[in-house]
């Protein structure tokens, strides 16, 4: 615990996700959560840290009636946040929730049902299995929402549930929101078997293997020549998101067509393919997808 008990809370602004803290950090009891030079690794832990409570010393300069000053300017500049209403999202939106409860990994989708800048966020319940989840007033979630190619977090707290005239929630509003722009050729190893078809929603004439994905395409790997290049290939897959399971058919373009040997010196065929014509919820999901692929071992 530092000799001074100065402590001030600190803002989100002042936290750069993959840059060393310039300062240490303690809890509401003045005990060191996280020293200086330490690197925050995710916007779920910078979410985690700010509900549970992160203070440190107050600067010399910040001492008397305005303590929310920090020294570094610079440094606010550069982990400016998104005000929410900059996003822009339309009511029906998909709102992603996941609890920050100790250990809890489960993902919750719900809908955008409106906003009061400055009060609240309205979204619908959650629910498994047609029935409502148990979501009680305090409850506190990391939030994730879609913008374009961008997805941003907050954290939230639920301020009250209602149950009239329909079932929804009142989630704090927040400060500001943490963004990051996933490009479409942003890729993500992974292992998801494919189907081919012969046509939308026909008969499978092949399976194969996809081993990475982006928003905008994959990378196909199959025993057995099936296309040439620019041909049109039909194509379904199951991939999973916490506790969210999707299963999405696309048309698809190969773009490239090879050929590579195995470990096993088995010939394969290597397709690039870009996904054409995703519509609104493909795109989410598959922005979901693969952003909790790449960043998997920091959330």
């Known amino acids: 615990m530092p000799e001074s008990k100065d402590l001030v809370r600190v803002r989100?602004?002042?936290i750069v996700v993959g840059q060393p803290l310039p300062w240490s950090a303690?809890?509401?009891q003045g005990r060191l959560l996280l020293s200086r030079g330490q690197v925050v690794q995710s916007l779920n832990q910078v979410s985690g840290l700010l509900q549970r409570g992160l203070f440190r010393e107050v600067f010399g300069r910040?001492?008397?009636p305005a303590p929310e000053v920090v020294a570094d300017e610079t440094r606010i500049r550069?982990?400016?946040?998104t005000p929410f209403e900059n996003l822009k999202l339309l009511p029906g939106e998909v709102v992603q929730l996941q609890p920050l409860a100790a250990g809890a990994k489960e993902t919750y989708?719900?809908?955008l049902i409106g906003y009061h800048k400055g009060h609240s966020l309205l979204?619908?319940?959650p629910e498994t299995g047609g029935k409502l989840m148990p979501i009680v007033d305090g409850q506190t979630f990391n939030v994730r929402v879609f913008s374009g190619l961008a997805i941003g977090t907050f954290g939230a707290r639920v301020l009250k549930v209602q149950y009239a005239p329909y079932p929804y929630l009142h989630l704090s509003y927040p400060t500001g929101v943490q963004t990051m722009r996933l490009r479409k050729a942003m890729r993500a190893p992974v292992e998801l078997e494919a189907t081919l078809y012969d046509k939308p929603g026909g008969t499978p004439v092949a399976t194969g293997l996809i081993n990475d994905i982006s928003v905008g395409g994959a990378r196909l790997v199959i025993g057995q020549p099936i296309a040439s290049k620019d041909a049109t290939l039909f194509l379904g897959f199951k991939a999973h998101v916490g506790e969210i399971?999707?299963?999405v058919q696309v048309a698809a373009q190969v773009r490239s067509a090879t050929t590579e040997t195995g470990p096993d010196g088995q010939l394969s065929h290597v397709y690039g393919l870009q996904f054409e014509n995703l519509n609104q919820h493909q795109q989410l999901f598959l922005m979901n997808l693969v952003y909790t692929l790449i960043f998997k071992d920091t959330l």
């Open 109 to 111: 989708k719900v809908h």
């Open 26 to 28: 303690y809890d509401a």
């Open 123 to 125: 979204t619908s319940v």
């Open 245 to 247: 399971e999707e299963a």
């Open 12 to 14: 989100a602004s002042e």
């Open 78 to 81: 550069a982990a400016e946040l």
């Open 62 to 64: 910040e001492r008397g």
